[in-house]
């Protein structure tokens, strides 16, 4: 339970993205610490590995909070990856049946290599950043629909826009529109890209 990337937040638990060390290893050792309790007590602690779930699921850079879920933002496990992990609040944290995870380059096989993800109240979003190259497109899921189907999930490439709008760390939510955070195209660039939630 080290290297990771990131944090969410449940009203209650705060959860650590696992990533990886060195940058050649990857983990999805999940690591929650429960807020009631001493920080600086183990038994405060607790930690499950999703890829016990699925192998692929880990290295990941970001997470969202959706009122009951908890979405990892997929980054790179070896290779840019588009597998998302998705853990229920509701249920024991480390029982494996309260986690799932879909990949959402089945959807568009560029949709891999994010970097933050930012939630509208009803769609969640993952921020693109690289998949071997800087890239532009946006996953979003409807938090309505259901998680483990194709038709819950949509991709736009905000690169056809503007040919620079790609490779963004991280996003906000203002209310009505999603921003994306400019980080590095090949290079540090400043283009913030918006969409009208």
Known sequence: AKGFVGAAFDGRYVYLVPFGFSGTSYHGIVARYDTQAGFGTSQ???????????AGAKGFAGAAFDGRYIYL???NNGAA??????????????????????????VNPGAKGFDGAAFDG???????FDSGAA????????TQANFA????WSTFDVSTV???????????FDGRY??????????????????DA
């Open 44 to 54: 405060s602690w607790s930690t499950f590995d999703v890829t016990t779930v699925n």
């Open 73 to 75: 933002v997929p980054d």
């Open 81 to 106: 990856h588009g597998i998302v992990a998705r853990y229920d609040t509701r249920a024991g944290f480390g029982a494996s049946q309260s986690w799932s995870t879909f990949d959402v380059s089945t």
């Open 122 to 128: 009803r769609h969640l979003y993952l921020v693109p």
């Open 135 to 142: 890239h532009g497109i946006v996953a979003r899921y409807d």
């Open 149 to 152: 189907t194709s038709l819950a």
């Open 162 to 172: 503007n040919p620079g709008a790609k490779g963004f760390a991280g996003a906000a």
């Open 178 to 195: 999603v921003y994306l955070v400019p980080y590095d195209d090949g290079e540090s660039h400043g283009i913030v890209a918006r969409f």
